[in-house]
């Protein structure tokens, strides 16, 4: 799983005349039902999305790749738990995703109060630079990379979700499990208070 660089949309364009959710919708539905070429092109569709999704969070790589591929084992054992009225299937498995990546920070902090510790411990968040990046891109990238994980967990994920994945705000809210207006109110404040970490 290399694909922690670069901004991953949720719902790549797909060949056919089918709109992509309700072709998402299809995959999941069929998977569910034991196709295994159904569960492949979900996973290709969508896992980019929610390991990207998974690492930021956690700030590990390898943290994320457990919580990607534990959220598409979920989808295989639970039957349920999907409804369309409520987002996306890419909101549906960023929701898991998110659920998975909490549980295993929580059990990873269990000893280690400090995340910058934590981080120094582990490795986490340092990505290896693209070969053709420039030091003070770099520099840049990391500093803003150690801004964000500084961030409130709840501040943190909604600017995780709109502006890195650039998710709508309605799939952002059912992931968090918050309202409309609590997104806005949220991603403004990461945004400021994200913004003042920056210059200081």
């Known amino acids: ?36 070429k159904a569960f492949t092109a979900l996973y290709k569709r969508h896992s980019p999305a929610v390991f990207r999704f998974a690492w930021l969070l956690t700030g590990s790589e390898f943290l994320a790749a457990d919580v990607t591929q534990e959220t598409f084992i979920q989808i295989l054992e639970v039957a349920d738990g999907f409804d369309p009225s409520r987002g996306s299937v890419a909101a549906y498995l960023c929701g898991i995703a998110r659920f998975r990546a909490y ?58 979700l709109i502006e890195l994945q650039q998710m709508s705000y309605a799939d952002a809210a059912a992931i ?18 994200l913004a003042q970490m920056l210059n200081e």
């Open 103 to 160: 549980r295993a920070i929580d059990t990873r902090m269990q000893t280690v109060d400090d995340i910058a510790e934590l981080a120094e411990r582990t490795g986490a968040g340092d990505v290896p630079d693209l070969p053709d990046e420039s030091l003070e891109r770099s520099q840049a990238l990391r500093r803003l990379r150690q801004a964000v994980r500084r961030l409130p967990a709840p501040f943190k994920e909604i600017l995780i």
């Open 1 to 36: 799983m290399n694909s922690a660089r670069g901004l991953v949309a949720f719902d790549p364009p797909v060949s056919g005349n089918a709109p992509q959710s309700d072709t998402s919708t299809s995959e999941l539905q069929r998977a569910r039902g034991g196709d295994e």
């Open 176 to 193: 968090a499990g918050i309202e409309l207006g609590t997104v806005r109110s949220r991603l403004s404040r990461a945004k400021a208070r």
